[in-house]
């Protein structure tokens, strides 16, 4: 497991009401080679989504393990969850969005969330979506009432 940039223990507030995704194409991240870091390169999925009645180009925050990456063909479309706040984590002027459980089929590699990332040994599944979101508890006793 390899964490980069800082952490924190509550993640903003994430809105679980599935939208739809476009994938646009991929950015890629590559590691200064001057560094001493342990963090491979990897890619990111850009997408377009609707968020409050417009689009907005955004980047799907799962890292896709590479044995998944041709899945995500540009004009396919999959189902996300967006921050509520889209430009909460937005600190390299992209926002992101998460894959919903629908698509716990897909292998990954960690994730990115702007300003927190981590990167594990591939998986099926959302890591991501097992973490605290600043709303989840507001959202269990809302379900619980």
Same mark, same amino acid.
Do not use: C
């Given at each position: ?33 001057g560094s001493d870091s342990d963090t491979p ?23 896709? !393990?590479?044995?998944?990456? /041709? %899945?995500? #063909?540009?004009? &396919?479309?999959?189902?996300?969850y967006a921050l509520e706040d889209p430009a ?45 979101? !600043?709303?989840?508890?507001? /959202? %269990?006793? #809302?379900?619980? &009432?």
């Open positions: 497991m390899i964490g980069t940039r800082g952490w924190r223990k509550t993640l903003p507030a994430l809105d679980r009401t599935p939208r739809q995704a476009t994938v646009t194409g991929r950015v890629r991240f590559d590691v200064d080679p390169a990897y890619d990111l999925i850009e997408v377009r989504v609707d968020l409050d009645g417009v689009q907005v180009g955004t980047t799907i925050a799962d890292i896709v !393990a590479a044995e998944s990456l /041709a %899945r995500f #063909a540009v004009g &396919s479309v999959w189902d996300v909460e984590l937005n600190h390299d002027h992209r926002t992101r969005v998460v894959l919903a459980e629908p698509h716990e089929d897909v292998i990954r590699s960690g994730y990115d969330l702007g300003t927190y990332a981590l990167h594990y040994e591939p998986g099926p599944g959302s890591d991501l979506l097992l973490l605290r979101f !600043a709303n989840d508890r507001r /959202a %269990r006793k #809302a379900a619980a &009432s």
